[in-house]
């Protein structure tokens, strides 16, 4: 009678659920770059005007 519920058989399902998770987390990874590529490119473009049009107050200095 144990046997069945030691056996790994039941486990293997609850171990196909964790895998499913992992593609879900890739999906918000690829929104997260490109939210913090233009906060990259902005202090790292200081050099660089802004969309805005308007050159940083360093430049102009």
């Not at 987390?25 to 969309?51: I, L, M, T, V």
Request: aromatic residues 0%; without cysteine; charged residues 40%.
């Amino acid at each position: 009678m144990p046997d069945p519920e030691k056996d790994p058989k039941p486990r293997t399902p609850e171990r196909k659920d964790p895998k499913p998770a992992e593609p879900i987390r890739k999906d918000p990874p690829p929104g997260e770059p490109e939210r913090r590529d233009p906060g990259r490119n902005q202090p790292a473009g200081d050099p660089s005007p802004p969309p805005d049009g308007n050159p940083p107050p360093q430049a102009a200095g």
